[in-house]
C-alpha cells in the first residue's frame, strides 16, 4: 500500500473547536482524522488539560460537516457492551455513508479507573471476545440470529437490525503493543494502531504480526499499519522540536516496552506501561521525573517534527518500516500551523508518490 496520512484531533473542552479542526483537515487533504476515547482524565497543566468529550456523540456531528475523509475513533472494550460498539458503529457508519473505522484496545486504566465495579481481571481475553461478538452482530440475520458464550459476554438468538454500509463490515483496527496483540492483529485485523513506535522498534514487531498472518492463511498487504506520532512542523525548526520534545518526554515514560525496546533499559525499568498508567500522585511524579531523563536522540526517533523538509525525511523512514497510515498529532498549541505545513508541502509530496 502507498503511505496515506491521518490527523489526529485532541481539542479536548472545546466541542466546536474540535468540529472545526476536523472539518479543516479534512479540506487540507489529510485521508484520515482519528479520535481517542476517553471518560476520565486527568486535569492538569503536565498532561491533559481539559475535559473530554463522548467520541460517539462528536463523530456523529463531525460525520455530516465532512464527505471524503475516514473517521478512526480508537475505543475499548471496557466501558461498554461490544452489542452497544456495534449498533454505535454501525448507526454512524450510516451517517457518514462507508467511512467510519473502529479502533479498539483492551483498555487503559485512567479513563476508567474511578468506576469501582469494572471488572478488568483478563483484559485481553474480554478484548477477543467483544470483537467476537461484534463482528457476530454485524453479520447476523433474523434468520440466523448471533449466539454466543464467552466468560464474559453471553448473547443468545441476537440480531442486530441496523446494519453498517461497509461489506462485509467497517475495518476493525486493533490498538495494542504486547506479543498477544499482534499475533491478534496477524490473525483478524483489518488494521494495527499504535500510539508511537518507532521505524526500527517497528519493522522488528511487523515480523511477528506477519508470521500469524501467514499462518492465518494472511499477508501484511491484508494488514493497514497505523502510528500515531506527536508533530509540530513550522518554519522554524527550532522552535518545533522544542515544542514537540517536551510532550514526548512526558509521554514515554508510559512506554516502558518501547523504551526497551530502544536500547533504554535502565529507562524502561522506571517506566510505566500506559495501559496499567492511572495518573496517581506517584505516578505522575514519576512520569515526570523520568522525563527530565529521555534523550533528544529518542525524542527524534518516535516524533515529526521540524519544518516541512524535515518532517518529510522522518515520515519517509515511517514508510520504510510497513507504516500504511502516519496519523499526524498536532500538539494543540500549533495545531492550525502544522496541519497547514502538512497542506503545503507534505500530503502533496506523498500523493505524488507511485
Known amino acids: 500500500m502507498s503511505l496515506r496520512l491521518g490527523c ?48 460517539f456523540t462528536i463523530l456523529g456531528a463531525i460525520g455530516v460537516r465532512t464527505s471524503r475523509v475516514r473517521l478512526l475513533m480508537t475505543t475499548d472494550s471496557v466501558r461498554r457492551h461490544p ?20 479502533g479498539i484496545g483492551a483498555g487503559e486504566l485512567f479513563t476508567f479507573a474511578p468506576i469501582k465495579d469494572i471488572m478488568w481481571d483478563k483484559p485481553f481475553t ?3 471476545e467483544a470483537i467476537s461478538v461484534i463482528k457476530g452482530l454485524w453479520a447476523s440475520t433474523r434468520e440466523d440470529p448471533f449466539t454466543f458464550k464467552g466468560e464474559y459476554f453471553k448473547l443468545e438468538d441476537a440480531f442486530l437490525g441496523l446494519k453498517p454500509i461497509q461489506k462485509p463490515h467497517p475495518p476493525i ?7 498477544k496483540m499482534r499475533r491478534l492483529v496477524g490473525k483478524i485485523g483489518d488494521g494495527w494502531v499504535l500510539w508511537m513506535s ?21 499477508s501484511l498487504d491484508d494488514i493497514d499499519v497505523a502510528v500515531i506520532v506527536q508533530t509540530a512542523v513550522l518554519e522554524d525548526s527550532d522552535e518545533a522540536w522544542k515544542i514537540v520534545s517536551s510532550r514526548v518526554r512526558l509521554s514515554l515514560p508510559m512506554r516502558a516496552e518501547l523504551l526497551k ?9 522506571e517506566a510505566l506501561q500506559t495501559w496499567e ?11 515526570a521525573s523520568l522525563a527530565e531523563k529521555i534523550p533528544m536522540d529518542v525524542v527524534k526517533e518516535v516524533s515529526v517534527a521540524g519544518a516541512a523538509d524535515e518532517a518529510i525525511e522522518q515520515i519517509e523512514r515511517f514508510k520504510d518500516a510497513g507504516v500504511n497510515l502516519l496519523i499526524a498529532l498536532p500538539m494543540v498549541d500549533k495545531f492550525e500551523e502544522t496541519i497547514k505545513e502538512y497542506r503545503r508541502k507534505i500530503i502533496p509530496y506523498f500523493k505524488s508518490l507511485p
Request: charged residues 25%; aromatic residues 10%.
Open 198 to 218: 518507532s521505524p526500527r522498534v517497528l519493522k522488528n514487531e511487523l515480523k511477528e504480526v506477519e508470521e500469524a498472518a501467514r499462518k492465518y492463511g494472511r
Open 126 to 128: 474480554r478484548f477477543k
Open 173 to 179: 483496527y486493533i490498538a495494542g503493543y504486547g506479543p
Open 277 to 287: 498508567t492511572g495518573f496517581t500522585k506517584e505516578q505522575v511524579e514519576r512520569i
Open 83 to 102: 452489542a452497544v460498539i456495534a449498533h454505535e458503529i454501525a448507526t454512524l457508519d450510516q451517517i457518514t455513508n462507508g467511512r467510519i473505522i473502529l
Open 261 to 269: 525496546a530502544l536500547g533504554y533499559e535502565d529507562l524502561a525499568k
Open 8 to 55: 489526529q484531533v485532541v481539542t479536548y473542552g472545546n466541542v466546536n473547536r474540535t468540529i472545526k479542526y476536523s472539518m479543516l483537515t479534512e479540506k487540507c487533504g489529510f485521508d484520515v482524522v482519528s479520535f481517542p476515547d476517553h471518560l476520565f482524565h486527568p486535569v492538569h497543566g503536565r498532561f491533559l488539560r481539559e475535559p473530554a468529550w463522548d467520541v
